[in-house]
Every structure is written in structure tokens, then in C-alpha cells.
């Protein structure tokens, strides 16, 4: 599911460099797809446990658990719409040479 | 992307001093892409955060419905266009009281 969402990476390096300037921009992006995956950790925790978990118990009940699943789901749904129309509008602007000037 | 974040060990082994001043500037432009990919990246979580909340309605999420409803995902699309038309009014709007 994380190669669903993962609409910016991939570079195409070849697997067998070895050499400082590739495992630099390796790194780079090792270091970026950890922090994309750690923020996406953080909002699915957030948003289904404030959904699924209204009074916590003493554990987790198994429609808790299933409610975490559709919950999951749902945002990850909501995510590829949020990136689909996000970079579509940034290359719509980008293309009337952004006279508006928002920042990205 | 916060780059001093990344662990210095890991690219403190590397020389990068013996790099052509082709690849470093090859880097350089990697690096610059790379920061603006994270920056969308970083909105993208930031909007779907914003537009969940506004557009998937609070309270138990229903069983077996993974996918977005004809209501939700329209509304989620409007959410990312109007907050962006938003922040359009806001940099203007700022622009107006400097001057």
C-alpha cells in the first residue's frame, strides 16, 4: 500500500553504484520516504483512534480493531484523492506561470 | 526536508570532498528537488489531515465501507481547491497590507 501512495519517488538509480555521490542521494532519499511514511503513521493513529476508540477500555475489542481497518482504509483512500488533486493543481499553476504566486 | 536531520554518521563516512564539481552541482540540484518533493509531500499529509476531518464526518466509521462515498470523495476534492484558492487570498491579501 506504501507504493500506491508513493506518486513522487522512484529515481531509477542503478543498484549497483557505489559511489559517494549515488549513496548520498540514496541516503536523501531513504531519509525522505522514512519521514513520509512516519507522518502518515501519526495520522492514521490520530484520526482512527479518535474515531474508533471513543471511551478506551481495558483493551481493544475486536470492533475496535476491524473499525481501525475500514478506518485505515478510508484515509489512505482520502490521501491518493488529496494527491492526485494537489499535484494536478500545482502543474495547472505552474503552467499559467503562477501569477498568483502561493507558495509551494 | 529538514536535512540536518538525517543521521550525520550515515554521510559523515562518505568524501564528499573528491567529488567533480559536475557532481556536486548534480547533487546540488538533486537536493533542491528532493526538498520540494518532501515540502508536497508535507502538504499532502497537512491537507488530508485538514479535509478528513472537514469531509468524512466524525464518530464511528461504518463497516465495510473502505472507499470514499459520492459525497466524501467530491468534498474531498473540493477541500484541496478551496484551500489552495484560500491561500491565494491570504498572500494577496497580506501583499495588500504591506503596501
Same mark, same amino acid.
Given at each position: 500500500t506504501y507504493g500506491k501512495m508513493? #506518486?513522487? #519517488? /522512484? +529515481? #531509477?538509480? +542503478? /543498484?549497483?553504484s557505489s559511489d559517494p555521490k549515488t549513496q548520498v542521494m540514496r541516503q536523501i532519499q531513504q531519509e525522505a520516504a522514512m519521514q513520509n511514511a512516519r507522518m502518515l503513521v501519526e495520522k492514521l493513529n490520530e484520526h482512527c483512534f479518535e474515531r474508533c476508540v471513543p471511551k478506551p477500555g481495558s483493551s481493544l475489542s475486536s470492533g475496535e480493531e476491524s473499525c481501525f481497518t475500514t478506518c485505515m482504509e478510508k484515509y489512505m483512500t482520502a490521501w491518493n484523492t488529496v494527491s492526485k488533486q494537489y499535484v494536478a493543481r500545482i502543474q495547472k499553476e505552474s503552467q499559467q506561470g503562477g501569477s498568483g504566486g502561493s507558495s509551494f | 526536508m529538514d536535512l540536518a536531520s538525517a543521521s550525520p554518521s550515515s554521510l559523515g563516512? *562518505?568524501? *564528499? $570532498?573528491? *567529488? $567533480?564539481d559536475r557532481d556536486k552541482q548534480e547533487l546540488q540540484q538533486f537536493v533542491m528537488n528532493e526538498s520540494q518533493k518532501a515540502r508536497i509531500q508535507a502538504s499532502i499529509h497537512s491537507l488530508t489531515d485538514t479535509c478528513f476531518r472537514k469531509c468524512v464526518p466524525a464518530g464511528t466509521i461504518k463497516k465495510g465501507a473502505g472507499a470514499l462515498d459520492k459525497y466524501e470523495e467530491p468534498c474531498m476534492r473540493n477541500c484541496v481547491d478551496r484551500f489552495l484558492d484560500a491561500n491565494f487570498v491570504v498572500l494577496r491579501e497580506l501583499e495588500r497590507l504591506r503596501n
Open positions: 508513493d #506518486g513522487l #519517488g /522512484a +529515481s #531509477g538509480m +542503478s /543498484a549497483f | 563516512n *562518505l568524501d *564528499l $570532498s573528491k *567529488l $567533480s
